[in-house]
């Protein structure tokens, strides 16, 4: 598992391999939503800040471990990606708007 780190604070964690990981993490459509999802009021990352990937503490992977991931039972013939969990708080700002 590795996490994506903005600032050395980490943000996002993946049940990727490394390779995997670095292509989802550091794509531009994934840089793209950082920059529009918000935690406690602001954008996750500002475009400019230092982005890192870099292999999961324990902790992390106890957490994404914990997780629900709301698997579909009825899908189990299809192969699944890797996941990708936030270890932080994120909103959305477009699906407020929406409500």
């Known amino acids: 598992m590795f996490t994506l780190t903005i600032s050395d604070k980490p943000v996002a964690i993946t049940n990727a391999n490394e390779e995997e990981a670095r292509e989802l993490?550091?794509?531009e459509e994934f840089?793209?939503?950082?920059?529009?999802?918000?935690?406690e009021g602001a954008p996750l990352w500002d475009g400019f800040a230092s982005l890192n990937?870099?292999?999961?503490?324990?902790?992390?992977?106890?957490?994404?471990?914990?997780?629900?991931?709301?698997?579909?039972?009825?899908?189990?013939d299809e192969e699944e990606g890797p996941y990708i969990m936030f270890l932080v708080d994120v909103?959305?700002?477009?699906?407020?708007?929406?409500?």
């Open 25 to 27: 993490l550091m794509s």
């Open 31 to 39: 840089k793209d939503d950082l920059k529009v999802l918000e935690s």
């Open 53 to 76: 990937v870099r292999p999961a503490t324990e902790e992390e992977k106890a957490e994404f471990e914990g997780a629900d991931f709301d698997e579909d039972e009825e899908d189990d």
């Open 91 to 99: 909103t959305d700002p477009d699906e407020e708007d929406e409500g």
